[in-house]
């Protein structure tokens, strides 16, 4: 009776399971939402470099295309890459916030090293509104709302009479000319058919100009435009010169040169900023913090490359305040400091990133070496920090251990999350990576090879 008591007791719910399953099958659940659409590309990544005199090139580092990165140098380069394609635009952005529009106008190419740089136009943002708010203006023509009659064609360097009134009254009478007096010139009668205007006016009778690349209608797409200059001229060997000096020379803080990261996609996301602003108090705090981390990431690398001697100074003689061989922690002096904070998720919780060069006192009279420290920590939302990524390296051992330069946060996959954009800078050559921040770990999305 148990038993069969409790079959009776579940054969409803079975009953109504059996009915509800099949239409719940047909229901969209695993379909994704329409918001959460994954940018596979193409979406390119550059760098702009613009000089004082008003000169700007890009540089490429990649190129996401079906969902993978690779490099934007070498991406279908055949033979320019598709990132350094004639007319393809680039949206400078500065922590997210554009700066104005680069148009690819030639693609050089140096022989020696073979890097890759784009000449172009730049636009600033400012000039961009300036044209579009003029654009917006809708021009009347003159003399269209007011009542004159049927519009009359005029020749150029003509001066006709004004047209009459055509009122039904008539005119006022007027003394007959001399009888020495030409008639009107027929040139300047509205009857007279206007001559056919100058080829040069006539923009849509022109055939069309050839294409710069073969059109192949499955080819990626990055984002383009009509640059205001004339076509570019082929590449060829004489123009394919090598990169000036500043191209690896610039520094993204305290030079005169700009660097600006730039993104180039035909449908990406609208930028948003990515800074997180630092104020009085918390600003302060932040600082100090991150300089005293900095500070024990320069101690173990110094004390790595002395064998343990670099923690401790020169034992303190002080006026027997301190016992014969005490000592007291090495001190290193940091140098360049430069502390940028960003909300690279939109989390509220900054992310902060500190560059700076330092040297430890001598030691035994030797020489010290000068420390490279990039560091970068998260403050959650009790106020401490926890340290993410640091890379320290001296100036002996640059051949092997780059230093690392921060250029900027930018959404290189167009995800709306900052990722940030650091150079890689070697002895006699550099790179780029990109680094994707999650909780307390770093995820390289790209990491370039330098080139010799």
Known sequence: MFHRSKLYRNLPCLVICGLLIPALAQLPFGQ??????????PRALGLLELSPNGKSHLIPI?????????????????????????E??????????????????????????????AEGTWQTAESLAAKH???????????????????????????????????SEPAPASPPPAPATPPAAPAASPSVPAPPPPASASASSAPPAPASEPEDPNRPVLKRGKPEPAPPEPLSPSNAAAPKPAVHASLPNGSQVQLIPAISDADGPEPHPY??????????????????????????????????MAGSTVPARTSG???????????????????????????????MVLTASSQ?????????????????????????????FSSVTDSQHLDVEPKFELIDAVDVDGDGRGELLFRKVYDASSAYVVYRVIGDQVYALFDGTPLS
């Open 88 to 117: 393809t635009e680039y949206e400078g952005l500065r922590s997210g916030i554009s700066q104005g529009l680069f148009t690819v106008t030639a693609a050089l190419q140096n022989q020696r090293t073979n890097e890759w740089i």
């Open 275 to 308: 800074t997180y602003e630092l104020k009085g108090e918390q600003a302060e705090t932040c600082r100090k913090k991150m300089l005293a981390l900095a500070a024990d990431e320069v101690r173990a690398r110094a004390k790595q490359l002395t064998g343990g």
């Open 321 to 351: 305040q301190r016992a014969p061989g005490a000592t007291k922690p090495a001190q290193p002096d940091l140098d360049d400091v430069q502390l940028n904070a960003f909300d690279l998720s939109s989390s509220n919780e900054p992310i």
């Open 133 to 167: 708010t003029k654009k917006s203006v809708a021009s009347v023509p003159r003399g269209l709302n007011q009542d004159e009659g049927p519009p009359v064609l005029r020749h150029s360097g003509a001066n006709p009479k004004p047209p009459q009134p055509t009122s």
């Open 360 to 388: 430890m006192p001598p030691h035994m009279n030797e020489r010290p070496p000068k420390y490279f420290v990039t560091l970068v920590a998260r403050q959650d939302i009790n106020g401490d920090f926890h340290k993410i």
């Open 32 to 41: 994704p939402s329409s918001g959460s659409k994954t940018n596979k590309g």
């Open 62 to 86: 990649t190129i996401l295309y079906d969902g993978k990165f690779y490099d934007a140098s070498a991406y279908k380069a055949s033979p320019v890459p598709m990132a350094l394609w004639a």
